[in-house]
């Protein structure tokens, strides 16, 4: 195994010493995987997700009004238009 290209590519400084034991851990690693890869897996069904969570989505409706006085604060807004509180433009260029 090419240690010392592999941490060109990965853009890490090893120096000699390091670059045995990374040599020595990859090749752990892959060891490792190759017996994976013996496991008989034919009938075992495939697993997308550790947990049986699922999304819950909630209903797709207006939100409530969660206050009663808007006639009072739309009244003590200083300006209005159309049943709006009329404010300053925050964008310029858009109307």
């Given at each position: ?93 858009q109307d």
């Open positions: 195994m090419d240690i010392k290209k592999l941490s060109q590519l990965a853009r890490i400084k090893l120096n000699k010493k390091e670059q045995e034991s990374f040599g020595k851990d990859l090749e752990s690693v892959l060891g490792y995987i190759g017996k994976l890869k013996e496991a008989k897996i034919e009938n075992v069904p495939e697993l997308t997700h550790i947990l049986a969570a699922k999304n819950v989505f909630r209903l797709d409706e207006a939100p409530v009004e969660s206050f009663g006085n808007s006639a009072e604060l739309l009244e003590a807004a200083p300006e209005k238009k159309k049943g709006f509180v009329k404010v300053k433009k925050v964008f310029n260029g």
